[in-house]
C-alpha cells in the first residue's frame, strides 16, 4: 500500500477556489511533507481549464519533484444537474478532466454526488466560509420544494456516473464516488445501490473512513461490504458526534481492525491521508503517517509513502 496527500491540504492552505499559481506553491511544499504520491482536483470550470492550460508546466513540476498523481477529482455540481442542457456541458467538462488525467498518469477520476436540490434554511453540509474557507457543518434544516421528485435526482445522477465511466474507459480509467454525509450518496448502501445501477466494470466507490464514521458506519464492516467495489481509500480518523476528519488515532476508529481486513483483502492501492483543518496541519499529517506504519508493521504490512 501507499501513502498519498489529497487535495484537501491545498484546500486548506490556499483557499476554495485558489489560483494556478497556488498549485504550483502548493507541490514542493506536499514533497517536503515526505510525500510521494498525491491527489489533484479540478475545483470547476475555471480552475480545471487554468490546470489544464497549464498542463505542460504541471507535467514538468510534478515530474522535477518526483511526485505522482494517482487521483483526479473533477468538481463540476451540475454533472448532476437536473436540467439535460446544463448536465450536457457539466459532461463536456468531464472531458477535459478526463483528458488531464490520462496526461498526469492517473490510475482513478474521482467523482461526488453533490447535495440533493432542496431548500437550505440554514447552512449545506459543506459550506464556504466568506466565500473561500472550506469547512464541514454537522446540523442542517430543510425544506422539500414543490415538486421535489428523488426518483429525478437519482436518475440524473445514474445518467452522468454512466456517461463519465463511458469517457473515462477511453482512457482506460476507472471512476470512483465520493461518499459525504448530507449528499445523494452518503452511505455503504447508497455506494452499492449506485453501483448496481450504474452498471459499468469501471465505475467503483471511494473509500473514505472519515465520512463513513461520521455517517455511523462500522468501518471495518464497510470495507467487508464493499469488498470488490472500491478502488481508492480516503483515510482520516473521525468520532461520530461530528463530521471533523481527524488526524489518524485521535478518533474511534479500530485501525488495527481495518489494516487487518485490508490485509486479508490484499489490498495493494493507495491510501490517501485527508486531513481536516487544525493549527499543526504538518504535525497532524506527520503523527498521521507514523501511526499507519506503526499499525502496518505490526501486521506485517508494507506500506511507503
Not at 446544463?86 to 474521482?110: M, N, P, Q, Y
Request: proline residues 4%; hydrophobic residues 40%.
Amino acid at each position: 500500500m501507499k501513502i498519498s496527500i489529497t487535495y484537501l491540504y491545498v484546500i486548506l492552505r490556499y483557499g476554495y477556489p485558489h489560483r494556478i499559481e497556488d498549485v504550483f506553491r502548493a507541490l514542493p511544499d506536499i514533497r517536503k511533507l515526505g510525500f510521494h504520491y498525491v491527489e489533484m482536483e479540478g475545483l470547476g470550470a475555471r480552475h480545471l481549464r487554468s490546470m489544464y492550460s497549464n498542463r505542460n508546466r504541471l507535467l514538468k513540476t510534478l515530474d522535477d519533484l518526483g511526485l505522482h498523481v494517482h487521483n483526479f477529482c473533477i468538481v463540476e455540481p451540475e454533472l448532476v444537474s437536473l436540467n439535460p442542457a446544463k448536465r450536457e456541458r457539466a459532461i463536456d467538462l468531464f472531458k477535459v478532466g478526463a483528458e488531464l488525467g490520462h496526461l498526469l498518469g492517473v490510475e482513478t477520476l474521482h467523482l461526488a454526488s453533490y447535495t440533493p436540490p432542496v431548500h437550505y434554511l440554514k447552512a449545506k453540509p459543506y459550506q464556504l466560509r466568506g466565500g473561500k474557507s472550506y469547512q464541514f457543518v454537522n446540523s442542517t434544516q430543510v425544506q422539500i420544494p414543490r415538486g421535489f421528485d428523488w426518483d429525478c435526482v437519482w436518475n440524473a445522477l445514474v445518467d452522468s456516473c454512466q456517461r463519465c465511466a463511458d469517457v473515462s474507459a477511453q482512457y482506460g480509467k476507472t471512476v470512483i464516488m465520493e461518499p459525504r454525509v448530507g449528499e445523494v450518496i452518503c452511505s455503504v448502501d447508497s455506494l452499492l445501490r449506485l453501483i448496481e445501477y450504474v452498471q459499468r466494470r469501471n465505475f467503483k466507490a471511494n473509500f473514505d473512513t472519515g465520512h463513513f464514521s461520521a455517517q455511523r458506519e462500522n468501518i471495518p464492516l464497510a470495507l467487508a461490504k464493499l469488498r470488490g467495489h472500491f478502488a481508492n481509500i480516503h483515510i482520516s480518523d473521525n468520532d461520530p458526534a461530528d463530521s471533523d476528519h481527524l488526524p489518524i488515532g485521535e478518533g474511534t476508529i479500530d485501525w488495527s481492525e481495518f489494516f487487518r481486513v485490508l490485509k486479508n483483502m490484499k489490498y495493494d492501492g493507495f491510501l490517501g491521508l485527508d486531513l481536516g483543518p487544525s493549527r499543526s496541519m504538518r504535525d497532524d499529517y506527520r503523527k498521521s503517517v507514523e501511526r499507519v506504519m506503526s499499525v502496518a508493521c505490526d501486521l506485517g504490512l508494507t506500506v511507503e509513502i
